[in-house]
């Protein structure tokens, strides 16, 4: 069933961009092959055509699936109200916790998921069931995971194959017109007291313990979140399959302690695993976990191993039938492969490991082979994710994973008790904080080592090769064992010999020797520096968040900023300035001389006014650029190509940005801050107006790679290596598929800091390359 199963899933990934009318039709087709391979089995008895049937009528189950959600989703007017940018009054209910981000039209937003049951707009007055994303602003008093609102908006169309449908930008504060069960207003509350109960520890456990128990990221520290990432450890700060088999693993040993008869310990199993999603939202990433770590508990249980691989096919195909855009996260696909390594290789791999050992190490086997049948399974995913193969994320899984279950328990009897009151719940939470700190301090020092990842070609291209590699790896094991062990002395030189080719370097560092320019990964922002000398850089941008890049300054070791331009005053570019200016000597700051004459001028002059008193109060001079401006930092001549003036079309912050041509050490580079179409051709008739110069080797894309672009800016530029600085799950759509098929029109190699980290470009003698952390 396994792998009719993975070929549903493949057919859903495909499908969800087409309209419904399309899908059924395929999933009719589907259906029809299936039951005459069924017919042509049960005929000859060939087992490769119930192997089709079973394939096909899968295939066709997830379909309908696709098609009935589609058909769901679109009926009645708010898709034709979203395409005409019409505003609407909704009531819908809530569907995820709000989350604060930093909005790139200079303030903070919150957003948050909803599904709207009735909508009114354009004379109509309907009733639907369509998910839309909705953003409203931070000072309105937030509503409750599943309270039904009422709120005025305007609408705008999701991208083709979104899980929403539209997005609703509130211009009302939304009103709650009813609250949830009194069931849902109590699990609300148990998060409320656990947050509470957590917020007498220090930082990191602070932020940790919530996260492990609930999923509930709100007090993470950024420097832990990059660290977590930068280590393989970013599965622990949500909800995962491991937390639900814990969970569930001690519900069936409470059972059994008690006393609780067998054929009774099933349904008390299942009842808090009901609990355990109630508490953690029951969000497609919620379900997901708890459906691959009940899966992953059956696989690894003595007396169930052959009951694991259809079990997990029966939790792809459920979940793909639940939710179908889950087929599009990269969560499923790793949930999905790690639950499969487990199954496949955690119990052999950990025989085999316990054999070699003594009798009392016995155990050390299963707790090796576990994450490392994880880690082997998501590897080829995460190399879709980061375009680089981790050294350190294997040992720190290794080691996280002896704290990771107490943390959980410690965490859930947190959650228990903490109604009773902070006072009675103050042993368990230290009882969850001291493994949590464990697990913070492992994320920390990984982060630290020197060459903790090894940069691996990007893509599918890079995908298909380490799958590949780990193959031909795992299939010869077994003679390469048998091999080693009739040749010890070759067997002991080979392995020395890889591992000292793949032993981090001690001064390689980040970024490599040689960086030029380094792009930081700052979330949904800017902020990138340009190399002046050791220890010293030009930053351009802060991004919006003070840690962020500090961190990146940090791991970069820039102990003085020789400028910071800033682009624009958009909260994303100039939000983390404090952080920027903490503990560094800063020369000066650099800023754009147009401001905001429109609708956002007042939240822009806050701005402004925050960027002049941490200036004058680290007594740092600020001076405008503009066109024509030719500045020279060590290695480094700048010729400001924009603002000239004020653009009136499209968002004047934004094409207000500071575009600076930079030539340093041969390479040129061409930094677009986020203009706009209409800048950017002003930005292009500035270059065709001077003298022809050295093609450019590097653009930063404007915007986030909006597809508010000027193409042929970008086709002038010509650029080897162009670079997106864009957040990871971002909810604008960025960057735009438009933008990046520009990109590939002009043949540059484009990077995303969503996808890999910091990207640094470097020369070596006369090579640019490009590394990832």
Known sequence: MLIPALAGWAAVFLALPYPSTRVIWVAVGCFSCGLAALG????????????????????????????????????????????????????????????????????????????????????????????????????????????RIELVGRLQSADLGDDVVAVLDARSEPRVVRRPGAVIRWVGSLRVHTRAAAAQLPPDPRGLVPALVMGDTSAMPQRLSDDMRATGLTHLDAVSGANVTFVLAGALWCAGWCRVRRRWRLPVAFAVLVWFVMLCRPEPSVLRAAAMGAVGLIGLSASRRRAGPPALAAAILVLLVWDPWLARSYGFALSTLATLGLLVFARPWGDAIARRLPRWAAPVGDATAIPLAAQAACAPVIVLLQSSVSVIGLPANLLAAVFVEPATLAGVATVLLSPLGVTVAVVPVWCAAVPAWCIAWIAHTGADVPGGSLPWPPGVRGALLLAALLLVVVCSSVGLVRRGRAHPVIATVCVLAVTAAAWPIPHAGWPQTGWVYTVCDVGQGDASMLSTAPGHAVLIDTGPDPAAVDSCLRRAHVEHLDAIVLTHFHRDHIGGLAGAVRDRGVREIFVTPVQATDSSARSEQSNVSSVRAIATGRRIPVRPLQTGDVVNWPGIRVEVLWPKREIDAGSIQNNASVTLDVRTRGLRLLLTGDIEREAGAAVLGELLRRPPGPPFDVLKVAHHGSANQSADLVRFAHPAVAIVSVGADNDYGLPAPSTMALLRSVDSAAYRTDQGGDVAVLLNGDRLTVARR
Do not use: E, M
């Open 40 to 147: 042509a089995h049960w005929w000859t008895a060939r087992r490769w055509l119930l192997a089709a049937a079973l394939g096909a009528l899968c295939t066709a189950l997830v379909l309908g699936a696709v098609a009935a959600h589609q058909a769901s989703r679109t009926a009645g007017p708010l898709s034709a109200l979203a395409r005409d940018s019409a505003i609407v009054k909704v009531t819908a209910v809530v569907q995820s916790d709000p989350r604060l981000i930093a909005g790139d039209r200079g303030r903070s937003t919150v957003i948050y998921r909803a599904l709207v049951r009735t909508v009114a707009g354009r004379g109509q007055h309907s009733a639907v069931r369509t998910p839309v994303l909705i953003f409203a602003r931070p000072d309105w008093k937030s509503p409750d995971w599943h309270d």
